[in-house]
C-alpha cells in the first residue's frame, strides 16, 4: 500500500464568505471562531477552500472598510492556505437549477459539489437549508476537529 495506509486525509471545506469576513473586519462576536477555522486551514488540519467568485466580493468589501492595500494583503495571506475553488459553467448550470434564496448561495454550494468538497462552514446554516453536502457552523468544525486530535 501506498504512504497514505493509516492516514486520515484532512477535510475539504469551502469557506463561506462571512467566515472570511469576520476574520478580515474582525467582526465581533465572530471573529474568534472563524479565526480558528483559518487557523486549522493554516496549520492543514483541514483543507480550506475559497470559490473563485467570492475573491472579488471580499476585495470589495474588505477595500471599502480597510482600503485597497489592507484588502490586497489579507487575500494575498489567505489564498497562501487556502485552495482556490473553480467556478465555471457547471457551477453556474447547477446555481441557476437550485431552489436556494440567495444566489450567491447558490453559487457557494455549486461550488463546494462540483469541487467535491466535503462541506460547507458557514455562521448561516439556514441559508443552505436546501443542501445535500453537509453544513457546518465554525463552532460545529472546531469541535470535531479538536475532538478528533
Known amino acids: 500500500m501506498g504512504s497514505l495506509e493509516g492516514k486520515i486525509q484532512p477535510v475539504k471545506v469551502l469557506l463561506d464568505t462571512n467566515i472570511i469576513l469576520d476574520v478580515a473586519l474582525e467582526r465581533q462576536p465572530?471573529?474568534?471562531a472563524s479565526?480558528?477555522?483559518l487557523a486549522f486551514a493554516e496549520q492543514e488540519q483541514m483543507t480550506g477552500?475559497?470559490?473563485?467568485s467570492t475573491f472579488g466580493d471580499l476585495y470589495y468589501v474588505i477595500r471599502k472598510n480597510?482600503?485597497?492595500e489592507s484588502?490586497?494583503?489579507f487575500l494575498r495571506k489567505v489564498s497562501r492556505f487556502c485552495q482556490v475553488a473553480t467556478v465555471d459553467q457547471a457551477v453556474v448550470s447547477m446555481a441557476l437549477a437550485t431552489n436556494f434564496r440567495d444566489f450567491e448561495d447558490a453559487i457557494q454550494?455549486?461550488?463546494a459539489v462540483i469541487n467535491h468538497l466535503d462541506a460547507i462552514v458557514t455562521r448561516n446554516?439556514?441559508?443552505f437549508a436546501e443542501a445535500a453536502?453537509?453544513?457546518m457552523t465554525p463552532d460545529i468544525l472546531i469541535q470535531e476537529i479538536t475532538h478528533s486530535a
Do not use: C, N, W
Not at 477552500?49 to 473563485?52: D, K, L
Open 125 to 127: 446554516p439556514q441559508d
Open 49 to 52: 477552500y475559497i470559490s473563485a
Open 35 to 37: 479565526e480558528q477555522v
Open 71 to 73: 484588502a490586497l494583503g
Open 109 to 111: 454550494y455549486g461550488t
Open 66 to 68: 480597510k482600503g485597497r
Open 133 to 135: 453536502l453537509r453544513i
Open 30 to 32: 465572530f471573529f474568534e
